[in-house]
Structures are given as structure tokens and as C-alpha cells.
């Protein structure tokens, strides 16, 4: 994880988020230990940039995304375009912990369509499972977003996760210029 204290901001000094352009803003968010690492070297393939910027393809149009791992504090959250919001699902504190995050988002983007998937990783660990996938997507539909289970040990679904991404930010864009 990495935090850059120029791209800091406060609370505070949240307003309405500029219009998304692509490259899109990605922001990794969790407790330590659920897999934000595993994520970003995923997205970065050979690169082990901190900040990785990379072109992808979904549903036939181009996209850049550029991702940012951020430490597991309220005072250095990031500014993002996007969130994913990772727990672990051997992990209940780190599930409770992406509760917290998103309550804490939703003050930090008061726009109510900030695209936010909940990310349940470690998927591949069915034996030390703690929270389950039903859980998992209740939680997602009362905090009012996305849900997918992924493992990035098996690198299962986290290219959907992207893409999930990308394709709400463009929903978001058509909905304004429509
Ligand atoms: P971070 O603190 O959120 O950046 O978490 P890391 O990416 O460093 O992952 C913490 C530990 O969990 C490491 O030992 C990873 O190898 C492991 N890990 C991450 N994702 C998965 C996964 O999907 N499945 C399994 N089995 N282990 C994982």
C-alpha cells in the first residue's frame, strides 16, 4: 500500500466530483491484509508501478484507468473517479471495515452515483470463509452498489471488477450528456 500526501485531501474540502474523463481514477480501498496489493500488481501485470495506469478494452471501446493503492485511513482517502472497496471473505472485521469505509465515502462523494463496487476477495479460501456471499451482496444493496466475490490468488474475476468499473462510469457519463 502506498500513500502520496500531494493528492490528499480532507473530508472537508469534498464537493461535487469533476466530470470522469477517461483515464478514470481508480481507488483500492480496505483494511490491511484483504488483497489490495495482490490487485494492483494484478492490474499492473509486469510493471510494479504504485500508481499504474493502463489501457483495457471493455465492451469493444477503449478505457484508461489509472489505480491507486491507498492505506487504510479516513485522513489519507483519495480522491477517486471510482472505488473499489475490498474485504476479505476470511476476514469479518475487514467486511465491517468496508462498511465503515463506505459510510465515510458517501461523505466524501456526496454525488450519490460515485461508482463503488464491494469486492469480497479470497474467494479460493472456502474453508476459512467468514462471510458469506449473501452477506456480501445484502450489504452491497443497503450501501447502494456493486457486488462481486473475487480471488486475485486464482486471478478470478478481478478483470470483471475493472470492467464493472468502467462500464458504471460510463453509465454515469451517457446518463449526463443524454
Ligand atoms: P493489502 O494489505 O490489502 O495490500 O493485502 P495484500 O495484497 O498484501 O495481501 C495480503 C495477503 O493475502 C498476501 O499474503 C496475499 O498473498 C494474500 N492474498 C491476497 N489476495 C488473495 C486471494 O485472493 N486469495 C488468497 N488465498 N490469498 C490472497
Known sequence: SWSSSD???????AGEPAEPESPY???LLGASGVGKTAFASI????????VCEKDI???GEPATITLVDTWDTEQ?????DAYLLLYSITDRTSFLRASELRIT?????????TP???VGNKCDLVRRREVSATEGRACAAVFDCKFIETSAAMQHNIWEAFHGIVRQL???RDSREA
Request: proline letters at 2%.
Open 7 to 13: 493528492s490528499v485531501i480532507s473530508i472537508e474540502s
Open 25 to 27: 481514477r481508480v481507488v
Open 43 to 50: 492490474f499492473a501485470g509486469a510493471a510494479d508501478n504504485e
Open 57 to 59: 478494452e471493455v465492451d
Open 76 to 80: 489519507h482517502m483519495q480522491t477517486g
Open 105 to 113: 465515502l458517501r461523505r466524501f462523494c456526496p454525488a450519490q452515483n
Open 116 to 118: 463503488i463496487i464491494l
Open 170 to 172: 460510463r453509465l454515469r
